[in-house]
């Protein structure tokens, strides 16, 4: 998964432009990008997994808000890069070369990434609990009809967690741009100084699901949902710098309590020789249906409903 991200990313900075092969630009940026999810989708759960499996129990859920703790990471520092090209290059440089100097960075990120993981033994639980010729054998259709019930509480816990993050963290620069108002520049650094504030707050909570449960930790952050989705996109929309920072952090702050208790919890669900199967079949499925949707389905209520306080509404009712 590694390799095929570093790959893929170095693509995109490589290819041609349409000018110069056509059709097939498109084509092969699709491919990449395609490539990229399908690597994003098997390393996330397996990551999930080896974090849980490697953690004593009173610590799983704070080491597994690390895997949302390092997500956030790498978004901050793209949003920075990506801010320090547009200041620093005009925008004919950027157009023409600057864009790709992001992708290009894929391949020595990539080199340190394999080089980690090639020094990686298998998680103690998986050691001891399957053998070298061990090997599980059980068919998905077995796996869902024996832990159907597991499965199905999983898939929802991901869609409740990716609605909220893709609400956040992917449709809320545009909706802050195209429906508020704010320019796409201040939106990108409010969104970002946010992402900073969410590390710390997923470590906490992360280390409360620990101290008091994670399920009770995650109910909290349900509930917050349900009862101030609404009255977040309510605020964003008064149209004041301050009210939209307001409205943004209480949906930060909610996210960050389902990621600092889903990366250590969802693993747990599962025995260990279905495991990474079956959480990475459930989580990606949830995801694209859910996650990858939300702000598509954002826009589309904005538009139909003509009421901007539409995506806060999604948000309550989905969690």
């Known amino acids: 998964t590694i390799i095929l991200m570093a790959f893929s990313t170095l693509l995109i900075g490589l290819l ?11 084509i092969l940026l699709l491919i990449a990008r395609i490539i990229q999810g399908f690597s994003t989708g098997g390393e996330y759960a397996g990551a999930m ?5 490697s953690s ?38 950027m157009a023409s070369w600057g864009w790709r100097i992001p992708f290009l960075l894929g391949l020595p990120l990539g080199l340190i990434g394999l080089y980690l993981r090639k020094s990686l033994e298998e998680s103690p639980i998986f050691e001891n609990e399957l053998s070298d010729d061990e090997a599980p054998n059980e068919s998905f259709l077995s796996i869902f009809k024996n832990h159907k019930k597991d499965i199905l509480v999983c898939f929802v816990a991901v869609a409740f967690f990716n609605i909220t993050s893709y609400m956040l963290l992917s449709y809320m620069p545009s909706y802050l741009d195209e429906i508020i108002g704010l320019s796409s520049t201040v939106g990108t ?8 504030i969410m590390v710390p707050l997923t470590l906490i909570f992360g280390k409360l699901s620990d101290k008091i449960g994670n399920k009770t930790v ?14 977040a996109f309510y605020l964003i929309n008064l149209n004041a710098l301050v009210f939209i920072s307001l409205g943004v952090l209480i949906l930060g702050v909610l996210l960050s309590i389902y990621e600092g208790t889903m990366p250590g919890s969802l693993p ?14 459930t989580f990606n499925v949830s995801v694209s249906i859910f996650g990858g949707t939300t702000p598509l389905v954002s826009t ?20």
Not at 49 to 53: D, L, T
Not at 60 to 88: H, K, Q
Not at 272 to 281: A, E, F, G, K, M
């Open 49 to 53: 997994v080896y974090i849980a499996e």
């Open 56 to 93: 004593p129990d009173n610590k799983r859920n704070m080491l597994g808000s690390g895997l949302e703790i390092g997500t956030l990471i790498g978004y901050i520092l793209a949003s920075l890069l990506a801010s320090t090209l547009f200041i620093t290059l005009s925008d004919q440089q």
């Open 218 to 231: 995650f109910l909290i952050g349900l509930g917050g949902l349900s009862l101030l989705s609404a009255l």
């Open 16 to 26: 041609p432009t349409y000018d110069q092969i056509g059709i097939w630009a498109p």
């Open 300 to 319: 589309w209520l904005v538009h139909q409903t003509g009421n901007n306080l539409a995506p806060g509404y999604y948000l309550t009712a989905v969690n």
């Open 268 to 281: 747990t669900m599962f025995y260990t020789d279905i495991r990474y199967r079956t959480l990475s079949v």
């Open 189 to 196: 650094l409010l969104i970002t100084i946010l992402m900073i």
